[in-house]
């Protein structure tokens, strides 16, 4: 009786110490991920079908001791391929690069203390990334653009019906007559300088725009017109421009072709050449319109100290100051792409005018309502659900 309960304790006592020194089964290293309340893999959307995305939800981070693994498997290769380390302050990982004839899975897999791979494993099943079409997350900014366009062709519609569509007053604009009538009665010539800038400059294409129905309204008058260029392109545009300008006036002998022309392509030699033909010249207006760099405050007080009308126009932010403090009238920022709309009043130019402005407009707003929202959402502590929804549909919209 007692050899059989000796026999009994050292099998107890032998069993236990193997038990102490063995390998943690599986479920003993599930237990440690089973912290992890999800892992999903997804196609990406909205791309050409070379990512996933591979997002993961802990239970309870603050749980999460050991250092996770995410690897990735080929379906034509078993090979795991290591893509990052798992760290409780990220969700998702996005795996790029990938092969549309491919299928991947991945996987997650626990590391110990010293590093070394544990037993147990957490896996997806596989799936094959999706091309799409188009993206889909820019729906908003496509319906956004049907709309503009359908407000323009609306409002081009109405200005050819006759409807005169209301345009704030550009001062500098409204005073060209005055400034080219001065002209023709001192007998002195209109000075006309497209900016400093090449053609691919949207100020230089805006000042061009502005010389067409200026040119027109010189030919008119029956006055001298001209052009100094810095960029032989913008002058050969220009040529065309106030050729064809004089031809709607009816005056096509009145064009002439060597007071268009091209100076150089330096900087302050440009400057320097314009202040000597307005020093020689002494035209009675300059119009300094398009892109000025700092050659804008060398021109415009050569044309001060000879006493002519002088307006200018420049998206310049820098050149500005000087021009303002310079010339009798400044045309600033915008004004000078809605120049040619003001005066040329054509249908198309106005109609696209007029839809920026009500787009603007809508973009304000929304702006107006956003911090409204914001402002009543921090007020109340973030509580107002519904309140954070309509915030995060206006960051979608702003966002795409």
Known sequence: MKITFFLI????????????????????VISELSFIESFIVSDMGSDDGTALRVKWIFADHTKIKNHIRLYREIESDTARELLCDITTSTNEYIDKNLCREESYRYSLVTLDSVGAEMPGIISTDYIKPKANYFKTNKIILLLMILIYTSVIVILVETVKKGKVLFVRKISG???????????????????????????????????????????????EYDTRLIVPNRDPIVMTVAKE?????????GRPDAYTDNDVFFLTDSQFGYAAAISGIMTREKPATN????MFWAESLIIAEAGNTTGAIQIAGT???TQLPFFITSCDYTII??????ASAYLSREPLLMGTLKAQDYFKGMIIFFICIYLIFLIISTIFGGDVSFLNKILEIIKFIFKS
């Open 9 to 28: 304790f050292m099998s107890v006592f032998l069993f236990a110490q193997d038990n102490q020194g063995s390998v943690p089964t599986d479920s003993t």
């Open 173 to 219: 604009l409204d005073t060209l007559d005055e400034a080219v009538g001065r002209a023709t009665e001192m007998g002195r010539p209109v000075l006309y300088v497209p900016g400093s800038s090449t053609m691919s400059d949207i100020a230089t294409i805006a000042s061009l725009n502005i010389l067409g129905p200026v040119a027109k309204k010189i030919a």
């Open 241 to 249: 421009v106030v050729k064809e300008s004089y031809s709607e006036a």
């Open 287 to 290: 119009l300094l319109l398009g």
């Open 315 to 317: 998206d310049a932010v």
């Open 333 to 338: 920022g915008e004004e000078l792409y809605a």
